[in-house]
C-alpha cells in the first residue's frame, strides 16, 4: 500500500512541476530569472507560515537541531535558488521543450553523488541509464544547434539538474528527521531567506510586476512548490527517492506537450526523441536496488 500511495504522490508531483514549467514561461516574458524567483518563494513562504503558525507546526521546527536546519538550508538553496536560476535562465533562452529534456538528468547526478560520497554501487543498469542520458542531450544539442540554441542556456540547463541532484540527496537524509510537510515549507522559507540578498538589485523590476504575472507566479507557484514539491517530500518518506524519481520524472512530457500545444514552441523530432530517451534513462538510473 506505501508503494502505490508513494507511487501516486510522485504522479501528482510530475503534473504539478510539469504545469508549473510551462506557467513559469508564461510569467517570464518580461522579467528576470531571479525576480520570477523571489516572487514564486515569497508567495509559497507566506502560505506555508500562515499553515505553521496555524496549525502549530512552528514549534516542532523550533525543536530541530542547529545541524538539521543547516542542512534544510542548504537543500532549499540548491534546489530552489541556485539550480531553479539555471533553469529559469535556461527556459528564458532556449524555451520549455529545449530545456527539460536536458534538466531531467537529475538523477544521474544524485546517484553519482551517491556512489562517490556514500559508497553506491553503480551496475550496469545504472550505467545503461546514463548513456541513455548522455544521448537524449547530445541528441537535443545537436537539434539545437540546428536551431541556433543558446550556448549560454544549454550550460544553464546542465547546470541546473547538477544543483537539484545536491538538493535531493540531502532530502533523502532530511526526511529521516523532519516529517514532510514541515520539511517542504521550511525548504521554501529556506529558499526565500536566501533569495533575498538579490532584493535591492532587482527592486525596480519587483515594483513593475503586474497583477496578471503575479497570478500566473501565484499558479507557478500552487502546482509547482506547494502541491508539487510537498507530494514529493510525501512520496519519498514513502518510497525514498530511488522510486519517487523515475516516477515524477515524466514532467518533461507534460511540460514539453504543453509548451507545443499551449505556448506554440516549435515541435522537432530531435526534441522529442531526446525526451524519450532521457526519461527512459531515468527510469533505469533510479530504479536500480
Known amino acids: ?32 530569472a531571479i525576480t520570477v524567483n523571489i516572487i514564486r518563494l515569497y508567495i509559497t513562504t507566506s502560505v506555508y507560515l500562515s499553515i505553521f503558525l496555524i496549525a502549530g507546526k512552528y ?3 523550533l525543536s530541530l537541531s542547529p545541524e538539521i536546519i543547516l542542512v534544510t538550508f542548504i537543500s532549499g538553496l540548491f534546489g530552489f535558488v541556485i539550480g531553479d536560476y539555471f533553469y529559469f535562465n535556461a527556459l528564458k533562452l532556449m524555451g520549455v521543450s529545449k530545456t527539460v529534456p536536458i534538466t531531467s538528468s537529475y538523477p544521474l547526478w544524485t ?4 556512489w562517490m560520497f556514500f559508497g553506491k554501487k553503480i551496475t550496469t543498469q545504472t550505467l545503461l541509464g546514463a548513456l541513455f542520458i548522455f544521448l537524449a542531450i547530445v541528441i537535443v544539442r545537436k537539434g539545437g544547434l540546428e536551431e541556433r540554441l ?3 542556456g544549454f550550460v544553464y540547463a546542465i547546470l541546473a539538474p547538477i544543483s537539484w541532484s545536491i538538493a535531493i540527496v540531502l532530502l ?6 523532519i516529517d514532510p510537510f514541515s520539511l517542504a515549507g521550511l525548504r521554501m522559507i529556506s529558499a526565500a531567506i536566501g533569495i533575498s540578498v538579490f532584493l535591492p538589485k532587482h527592486s525596480k523590476e519587483l515594483k513593475v510586476v503586474t ?7 501565484s499558479g507557478a507557484a500552487l502546482v509547482g512548490l506547494i502541491i508539487g514539491q510537498y507530494a514529493f517530500v510525501k512520496s519519498v518518506s514513502f518510497v525514498g527517492s530511488h ?14 506537450l504543453l509548451a507545443v500545444t499551449l505556448l506554440k ?13 532521457a526519461v527512459v534513462g531515468v527510469v533505469l538510473i533510479s530504479t536500480v536496488h
Open 150 to 152: 543558446s550556448p549560454k
Open 59 to 61: 514549534k516542532g521546527i
Open 211 to 217: 497583477k496578471n504575472e503575479i497570478g500566473v507566479l
Open 172 to 177: 533523502d537524509f532530511l526526511s529521516l528527521y
Open 111 to 114: 546517484m553519482l553523488w551517491a
Open 243 to 256: 522510486i519517487s524519481t523515475p516516477i515524477s520524472a515524466i514532467n518533461p512530457i507534460i511540460s514539453s
Open 1 to 32: 500500500m506505501d508503494t502505490l500511495i508513494g507511487a501516486l504522490l510522485a504522479l501528482i508531483a510530475a503534473f504539478g512541476w510539469g504545469t508549473a514549467s510551462v506557467l513559469i514561461k508564461l510569467g517570464m516574458r518580461n522579467k528576470g
Open 265 to 277: 514552441e516549435p515541435p522537432n523530432s530531435k526534441i522529442f526523441v531526446g525526451l524519450i530517451l
